[in-house]
């Protein structure tokens, strides 16, 4: 399959649920950039010819938000957008990342947080669904676990955020050398353990999050309610994963990745950034994702080359 | 007509004539880039986070003239590449002009001469028409047509350049005071009124550049040669313009501009460069044209509000 015609099956589903696509500038004035603890960092800064000061956009979901704000902010109802836009990211010298990324995606502002994680981690299935890709899974987290679990243990403060770093950077030994003596508040077990939680829906639905959940750390109440509104064949991929981290600074709430065995690293992702709205002036929800086509197109390709070894 | 379905349609006509889609990075090395008298000098540079100078690509004709001189190399007979990209140019402040522009385009590079115009202007045609897009009219010229009569004129340079400029800034007046008491080399008339001769072909076909093909001047030969190639439903959408001049410092030879009545800037243009290819180290020919997208969606609407008020 083509990157266009992957691209097109993949906007061609957003179109069809309702989300209007949006095309934003590539540069912008780096004045009307919200502040850099909410986002990726601009790698590239420019010039202009007037003396201005400009940035290549890193992504997409604080453009649309703006707009949300302004051109969309006397809309009543649901807002849902989409796009198929490069970003530009700083990269590794040397690491053979790309600079630059052609990323679909989709938001949805404005809805009841239940149902917007359900509408839009069930249209992502259905993009990949329409890729014709057989193997992904979706890990699917909420940033406030960690947190929720390390206050409610009562550790002390420089001890908690050891924690959390080592799980930011996903260093699972040094959690467990941190944590391991710790008990998980209100289920029992190692606190190390808990925090690096995995469930596979697949195989055990949402029985092993129960226990959990009677724990009342509200960030896996609200993660468990949201598993269990999800359509059942994309229930059958997911791994409810305490230990998903927001990769962004604007995430928070409910966050997902997506995963396919044939690529080694996350197709994509996204989550909740109703703070993100709030921080530009509108008291909202908002969830939304992005799938780096390249990957994509390199996971269909890589499976299909698969098959045909099979 | 959206803007998406719009280059859909328009890529496939390329993708069906065998014009194989490229993507080239946004951001380029500076130190990469050919000479700026040969290009459109990028408006915008960076910095990227090892100090490294980059630039904005200012257009995707020199990308793809560099990818012909090295990934297709050692490729035999015509190479054909389409593109359908962003690229940023310098504007003017408050024109309103957009500093990025979503260009889609066909390079045609080393086959014969009047061969590979016949294609391009015709496949050019093919893409127009199958916008909807229905007043639309092409201006063809050549590059040496200017010089040529005024060297053939034997003036003296000073006057010569003078002439050139006025003709390079559209400005007729300027042009006629100055050459208005030359006669034309071989055709007799001012040379001021043949240097800005428009013949319309659809009202008087290929007769009325006989009398100037007769005159000698080896662009104007040529030219009558190319027009005459035409698909006979693309020469009565033609004007041939002794007046046009290249817009940027590639184009030598064959040079064309497309126009609506409903826009009022060119849709877009091309012409040939083999001059860049000999630059980029090949020895071949190359020509290539490129649509502002946006400004062909715009002729497109403006057209069909106007089919709505009749």
Same sequence: chains 1, 2.
């Avoid at 940035?55 to 604080?62: F, G, K, N």
Wanted: net charge negative.
């Amino acid at each position: 399959l083509e990157l266009r015609n992957l691209t097109r099956a993949m906007i061609d589903r957003l179109d069809s649920a309702g989300y209007g696509e949006v095309r934003t500038p590539s540069v912008e004035y780096e004045r009307s950039m919200p502040g850099s603890e909410l986002g990726p960092e601009p790698a590239y800064r420019l010039i202009d010819e007037h003396g201005d000061s400009l940035v290549l956009r890193s992504d997409m979901t604080l453009p649309i938000a703006r707009i949300a704000t302004t051109r969309y902010s006397g809309q009543h109802g649901p807002l849902r957008l989409c796009y198929l836009a490069r970003s530009w990211r700083r990269v590794k010298r040397l690491s053979g990342e790309p600079r630059e990324i052609l990323q679909l995606g989709g938001e949805l502002i404005g809805h009841d947080p239940i149902e917007a994680s359900s509408e839009v981690l069930g249209l992502l299935g259905d993009i990949l669904s329409a890729t014709g890709l057989r193997d992904w899974r979706v890990a699917i987290g909420h940033a406030g676990v960690a947190p929720q679990m390390l206050e409610a243990a009562r550790l002390d403060p420089e001890r908690g955020s050891l924690g959390l770093a080592a799980l930011d950077s996903g260093n699972i030994s040094e959690l467990k050398a941190l944590l391991e003596d710790v008990e998980a508040p209100g289920v029992g077990g190692s606190l190390a353990d808990a925090l690096a939680k995995r469930f596979d829906l697949s195989l055990d639905g949402l029985e092993g999050l129960d226990s959990f959940a009677s724990g009342g750390v509200p960030a896996v109440v609200e993660l468990r309610e949201t598993l269990a509104a999800l359509p059942g064949d994309l229930q059958a991929r997911t791994i409810a994963d305490f230990s998903l981290r927001p990769k962004l600074g604007y995430y928070e709430g409910i966050i997902f990745e997506v995963y396919d065995p044939e690529v080694g690293r996350a197709l994509g992702g996204g989550g909740r950034y109703d703070r993100l709205m709030r921080e530009l002036g509108r008291e909202t929800t908002a969830i939304g994702f992005a799938l780096d086509t390249d990957l994509v197109h390199a996971a269909v390709a890589g499976e299909q080359r698969g098959e045909g070894r099979a």
